[in-house]
């Protein structure tokens, strides 16, 4: 069993939206914290949202803020990215991401636990 599922990714155009999904239900030990990291081609992984599950604080890299939004269901164990106003540079996969320290595993892989095999994003004219 997958710890972490991702879905939603999808080819859209400059300009449209897209949610994704990342079910948690897999996962074995506590986490507090989901997270969304992206990686496009010859980049490194991007720490791009994440919120803590115990106060749903959220954390978000400069270059999505007012444009992304991270929510989650602690009842149906699932975090969803809710992207807008799509740039062809939002392309990449998009991997979700489990563990606990919200604010330090919005920035920096090496603190999740978890992770989703991912999600490709495209975005294109």
């Known amino acids: 069993q997958a710890h972490l599922v991702e879905s939603g990714g999808d080819l859209v155009q400059p300009g449209d939206s897209l949610r994704l999904s990342c079910a948690t239900s897999?996962?074995?030990?506590?986490?507090?914290?989901v997270g969304w990291f992206r990686q496009a081609p010859g980049k490194e992984r991007e720490g791009v949202s994440c919120i803590s599950t115990r106060d749903g604080s959220t954390h978000y890299v400069d270059s999505v803020k007012g444009r992304f939004t991270i929510s989650r269901d602690n009842v149906k164990t699932m975090v969803y990215l809710e992207m807008n106003m799509l740039k062809p540079e939002d392309t990449a996969v998009y991997y979700c991401?489990?563990?606990?320290?919200?604010?330090?595993?919005?920035?920096?892989?090496?603190?999740?636990?978890?992770w989703g095999q991912g999600t490709q994003v495209t975005v294109s004219s």
């Open positions: 897999g996962v074995t030990l506590p986490i507090t914290a």
């Open positions: 991401a489990a563990g606990n320290r919200a604010a330090e595993l919005a920035k920096h892989s090496d603190y999740a636990d978890y």
